[in-house]
């Protein structure tokens, strides 16, 4: 995924207001800000994630081969071609 370092400041605002995770200073660099899921959090990614895995499973099933076409050219579209 790709985000601007404002979409991910203000995402991560919003779930630390939601008590989905907490924020903390970095120890030696204060430009950092260490985030961890809190256990509101990781019950939700516990939930999440099987139907997240699930989908991911469904939409290469049903690509088949071109699945992989597909997801090197989002690469590229992207920048990520290494």
């Known amino acids: 995924m790709h985000f601007e370092k404002y979409e991910v ?3 991560a605002k919003r779930l630390a207001e939601k008590g989905l995770i907490a924020k903390a ?3 030696s660099d204060r430009r950092l800000v260490q985030l961890a899921l809190t256990r509101e959090g990781q019950s939700l990614m ?3 994630l099987p139907l997240a895995k699930a989908y991911q499973a ?3 099933h049903r690509l ?3 699945f ?3 997801d090197a050219g989002l690469d590229s579209l992207l920048g990520d071609d290494a």
């Open 46 to 48: 516990a939930e999440l």
């Open 25 to 27: 200073a970095h120890g």
């Open 68 to 70: 992989e076409g597909l």
């Open 9 to 11: 400041s203000r995402t």
């Open 64 to 66: 088949g081969s071109a």
């Open 58 to 60: 469904e939409i290469e």
